[in-house]
């Protein structure tokens, strides 16, 4: 009888650990993003886990990410994989929370740039899920009917800028030549560009250099006489907002603003360059944008949450991610893809989101080890400027007492 | 006296209360104290570091900011609060028709929520919001409303001195010769609006950014700034009408006996107001003002509601200085916020401690 007992206990043990499901929780951002990964769980993740037993739920994070990733984090709640955005990646290092995937994940596949954006003393902590860099787009109609050409590839500063002083000069009052956000995450590139470093041997951050000098000066100097305006000046939070509404002919942003405009303005046509190169030094600059996928070091199924983390970075999943026009793929081997090769303006702005990856003085979007804090003082002064209240020369000055006080600190 | 039994009853009904104050505020405020002199940032096991922390905030120049910011909307909002109560809990006071309807109206900025109010008058005081519009439409009808108020102005000026001729006491802001006055001024208005004597000018859009770098200063020290501004005047407008109920309490607790001799002695309103109203609502005050001022001091949502919209020196308060150092991506200085809190905390303390002690002992 006790034998009978044990055995069929036994049955039932191995039964139940046999139909035992693991789940794998993921956090990531709100916004399109649920519908977007809920896609790809069900298309590519679930059927390739099935027989596994895994299954795979998207808990996105709404309002501030970083806030809230960190509180989980804190109180042991966050998902098993999870994003981490490329610029606050020492934050979370700092954490211990962050599982360093040497030898968990193989990261040869992917772009060499974007490993190393998420490398940190020799130590891997995240895969790159795809990234973005900054393009021109332009609105087509608006330089037909000012009868100026195109911005493109060759384009310098001082060209780009008479094109813009062009377009306003003949369309007048209502259009504007550009819409610039008071932003270091759109004028950083122009400092790159003039050979300006972010941050010097020590660390230390010089707003007062000559190159970042000149770029600011540049940047805020486009928008004398109107020809470029503030997002604000048009009622919108950001230029793909001005782009939509008709009234601007450039707009800086990568190509998450492909799908804004295909929903928002699907009537528009438009197109797509590099960012200008510098006069004097005749290279271009660029942010690399990227948010990678982490594993959660707290995790109590690493296997489980390193084959979702690979599924999620495959080939197919890349290519699906690509051809909705959200992203541009890390994988190497997804650059020479036939949807680059593809006339849709969508595809075209992808095509020059990737050739900017790897033209001129390309940064990854990074703000040091004191986080977000950091790019205050630039913003700070670019709004003051931009909005006429302060001169170029006082905004530099006191944002750079700011920035020392902050890496003083 | 208690019989045996009843004071485990007394316990167990004051229970919830207990337990809820003991876990969120007494072992909160401890545990706030203990981080507050550790190295802690959120991950890692707290070291006990000594009064480190306390010096780093001290020294920080954005807690200095911070402590201004808040002293400064502290003082600014509690007075303004605190007349603006008293004088709309006066008003209200009277017998007059449809007072139910004002009093209602008058409270419901305090019960519809701050963020709300706040959402409201980001958008008031954008660039394109209604502020700046009506600046610029007032500019725009200036001819019009100069000539409406200096006609107003000389046909009452005109009536009194007539009335005045016919030997009758006519007093310079009489009601009734001022309809008249009104009426005469919008005929006239109108006509030379009609015929094209007076036109709207065309004047290019006011365009002041509230939300902006912009400070009032006071020989170079950058005392109160404009967003700050912004929000004194949507702070005022919230807890008045909650304020106003606490006098309008106190209003109905005063002896009519005092006005009748008032009125006997031949007081003016200003004066039964100053020495009748006044001293007699001072426990209320007393109250009204703490309040206020607790309330100023951690003063948290309309900041973080307008969040990056103005630049964070302008509008950050100690409360907000807390909630940006615990909140970060990662890893987070949360000993200096909590250090930063138990700074509040004492000031708070210590001005209604200061209070109890010089504004009103004699009345509590």
Redesign the interface.
Known sequence: MKKALFASLAVLVAAGAASAQTTIKINGYGGQDPAIVGDLINRFVKPALAKDKITVVYQPLQG?Y??Q???L??AGNAGDVFYV?GE?L????????LLPLNGVVNTTPFIKSLNDAFTRGGKTYAVAKDFNTLTLVYNKDIFDEAKVAYPNDNDTWTSFQNKLAAVKKALGNDYYGACLAPEYARMGEFAFAAGWQPFDSKGKTNLLDPAFVSAFNYFTGLSKNKVAVQP??L?QDWSGGCLGSGKVAVAIEGNWIVGFLKDNAPNLKYGSALIPKNDKTGKRGNFVFTVGWAINSGTKNKAAAAKVLNILTSPNVQQYVLEQGLAIPSRTSLQSNAFFKKATPGAENSKVVFQGASSGTVRPYYFGTQ??DWA?PIN?AL??VL?G??SSADALKQAQQEMN?LQN? | MLKKGQTSAAYLFLAPFLITIGIFFFYAFARAIYYSLTDFNLFNTPRLIGIKPYADVLADPLFQRALANSLVFAVITTTLQTVGALLMAVALNNKIRGMAFFRSAWYMPSITSSVVITLIFLWLFQRRGVANYAITQWQAFLPYTLTLIGVLIAAQVAQVLWERSRGLPAGWFDPALAVVSLLIAVAVTAILGWTGVLSVRDVAPYDFQYFSDRWISLGGVQILSIPMLVIIIQNTFTTIPTLMLFFLAGLQNIPGALYEAADIDGATSAQKLLNVTVPMLRPVTFYVITVGLIGTMKMFDQVAVIGSAAPQSTLITLAYYVYTNTFKAGAAPVNMAAAAAIVLAAIILVMVFLQRRFISSDAV
């Open positions: 501030d970083n806030q990733l960190t509180t984090l804190a955005p606050t020492d934050g979370y290092v700092a954490t211990g929370k604000s000046e009622s986080g977000p205050k700070t709004a003051a909005s209240q302060k006080i600190r």
